[in-house]
């Protein structure tokens, strides 16, 4: 049995991270999508202040998948959460326990952070990735409707205001 690793992803990763994330709008039949280029991994997970983190599995050394995530904020809770914006495994690799090790991986980082919530989307058609979230406990939020802005629409909605100054964050005491 091989062993798995999970690691932080760093900047000699990005190469990676964008293999996977090819991999992945392939999968969900959305790869015109999938537009991040090195420059944009770059300025967001490897900046100064990172708003969202990487995660690599590897097994025996050889990369298999990944995970990219960020914290949110539930304002009922008064705490953070950590919401999984992507996971993925190669296919060749998948049913050796890639996914439920970043899983748990990611759940880690959630208690360690003190986080309320661990949450993820998952689309409606991917059986096999449902059937591991039910497996884990994990109940989907069917209240709630999932809604998204882009392109010209958010651009239109964006003119309307004001820039903000920006506000420098400071940790509670």
């Not at 994330?21 to 392939?26: F, G, K, Y």
Request: glycine share 6%; with cysteine; net charge negative.
């Amino acid at each position: 049995m091989t062993v798995l690793t999970i690691r932080p992803a760093t900047i000699d990763d990005t190469d990676l991270i964008l293999h996977f994330v090819r991999e992945l709008a392939i999968y969900e039949k959305a790869e015109h999508e999938a537009l991040a280029t090195p420059a944009h991994v770059h300025r967001t997970l490897f900046c100064a202040n990172p708003k969202v983190h990487g995660l690599i599995c590897e097994a025996g050394g050889t990369a298999v998948g990944f995970a990219v995530y960020f914290f949110n904020y539930s304002t009922w809770q008064g705490r953070h959460g950590l919401y999984l914006e992507d996971l993925y495994v190669s296919p060749e690799h998948r049913g050796k326990g890639a996914g439920m090790a970043l899983l748990r991986q990611l759940a880690r980082i959630a208690v360690d952070h003190d986080c309320g919530r661990f949450e993820w989307s998952v689309l409606d058609w991917n059986t096999p990735s449902i059937a591991l979230y039910d497996s884990l406990g994990a109940r989907p939020q069917s209240e709630w409707i999932r809604y998204r802005l882009t392109g010209d629409e958010l651009h239109a909605l964006a003119a309307q205001a004001r820039p903000l100054a920006p506000q420098p964050c400071t940790p509670a005491p």
